[in-house]
Every structure is written in C-alpha cells, then in structure tokens.
C-alpha cells in the first residue's frame, strides 16, 4: 500500500481474489486518499467487511482519479453499502 501512495503511473489495478481482509481493505483506502493516477480498482471476491466499506468510502471522498471500482463477490452487509 505504500507504493501506491507514491504512484504516478499505475492506473489499473486488480486485487480480485487475493484474500484481501480487514487490515489490507484499511491500508488500501488510506493509499486511495492520496493517489490520483490509479484510474481502475478490482477488489472483487475478497472479504470486505461493514469496516472496510467505511474506511473505503472515507479514501474515496478525496480521491479525484478513481472511475471505476469493482466489488462482485465481496458479500457487503447493507450498512456497507450505505457507507460507500
């Protein structure tokens, strides 16, 4: 994650299925706060919890570069989805 917060070059990125958790969903949205040259993320069919969506949603509300974000298979409660 702090390779990304340094990136400039870097604009898709896909995490789909890395058994991504709690604390790696976290550094992730931390990076996102930061980092405007990633255009694409794919966290599809890793464990993101109610947690994670907040702390997503938070990286987001900066982030000026994300166009696209995929999440298929990631089984996110109601009030995640309500953060995001």
Do not use: P, R, W
């Given at each position: 994650a702090?390779?990304?917060e340094?990136?400039s070059?870097l604009?898709?990125?896909?995490l789909c ?7 790696g969903?976290k550094?992730?949205?931390k990076?996102l706060?930061?980092n405007?040259?990633?255009k ?12 994670g969506?907040?702390a997503?949603?938070?990286?987001l ?13 990631t089984e996110?409660?109601?009030?995640g989805?309500?953060?995001?």
């Open positions: 702090k390779s990304l340094m990136n070059t604009q898709i990125l896909d299925a890395n058994s991504i958790k709690k604390d969903i550094a992730l949205a990076t706060k930061v405007s040259a990633l694409s993320l794919d966290l599809s069919a890793n464990v993101i919890t109610e947690e969506c907040k997503l949603a938070a990286g509300e900066t982030n000026v570069g994300l166009t696209n974000l995929e999440m298929c298979g996110i409660c109601d009030e989805c309500k953060a995001l």
